[in-house]
């Protein structure tokens, strides 16, 4: 099967595909702490896999997929070891980049496949630019494909950042990855119940994840199971080609 990664194609190869594909997927991720048990390349990874596979279930053209773009906008992350963080106008600029240089070649629409929250202000600004300036349609998934699946499987409260979520699924696509023996307890408290992620009456904030957790996790990792995970990785693969399918049809 011809390979769906740009970066493994070659210029003429790129052309060819180009002038028939109606859409193309960005995954873009984070190098940041996932806690004493997840990869620091876990929203990166998710990201680029998540593409690979719903691109494999497509009923039809297949999109290609760009080379994932490895960090994002992490600064609530920074007070712990191996996070890199870019600043929300740095993603801003490289994601109009790569659209405008996509435009150039003809393409009319572009799925960010995004796998950190962070990183959800930067792309929908970069998306208003791109359909505004070069007509461009960005779409973004930041995870609310899975949502409904997810509020039924994962019975943690405010589970945002390396818990029950996280590890479930990490369990599922690299369970090589998991240190599972050092999977945390983990007991997060919150100044005030509208600034808990869980609550229906809550406000945005400048949060840094270590004031809230000393091990860097937000949720209920001890609750994570890889039956959990596989159930929420096949959701997430089969809508999200449902998606690709729905969107490379569009008009």
């Known amino acids: 099967m011809e390979t769906d990664l740009l970066g493994e194609l070659t210029s003429p190869e790129a052309r060819k595909r180009m002038g028939r594909v109606t859409l193309v997927l960005l995954p873009v991720g984070s190098l940041e702490q996932h806690g004493p048990h997840l ?20 009923k039809g053209e297949r999109p290609l997929i760009l080379p994932p ?22 993603l801003y600029n490289l994601v109009c980049e790569i659209g405008e240089s996509l435009s150039a070649q003809g393409v009319r629409k572009v799925l960010v496949v995004n796998g950190h929250g962070g990183n959800e202000p930067a792309l929908r600004a970069a998306a208003q630019s791109l359909r505004h300036k070069e007509g461009l349609v960005l779409f973004i998934e930041s995870g609310g494909l899975i949502s409904p699946l997810r509020e039924k ?27 599972k023996e050092r999977i945390p ?3 997060v408290k919150y100044p005030s119940p509208y ?8 406000v ?7 004031e809230l957790s000393p091990q860097g996790v937000l949720g209920n990792p ?16 089969e809508t999200l080609a449902d998606l690709i399918d729905q969107l490379s049809s569009m008009a």
């Open 153 to 179: 499987l994962i019975g943690t409260k405010n589970d945002v950042h390396a818990g029950e979520y996280e590890t479930s699924t990490s369990l599922a696509n690299r369970e090589e990855m998991v240190r």
């Open 222 to 237: 001890a609750k994570a199971s890889r039956e959990k995970g596989e159930r929420l990785w096949n959701s997430m693969v």
């Open 69 to 90: 773009i490895p960090y994002g906008v992490s600064y609530h992350h920074m007070s712990f070891a191996g996070t890199i963080s870019i600043s929300p106008t740095t």
């Open 204 to 210: 945005s904030w400048g949060f840094d994840v270590g």
């Open 39 to 58: 990869p620091l390349d876990t929203d990166c990874w998710d990201a680029f896999h998540l593409a690979q596979e719903a691109v494999k279930l497509v």
């Open 195 to 202: 600034l808990e992620f869980s609550s229906q009456q809550r």
């Open 185 to 187: 307890q983990v007991e």
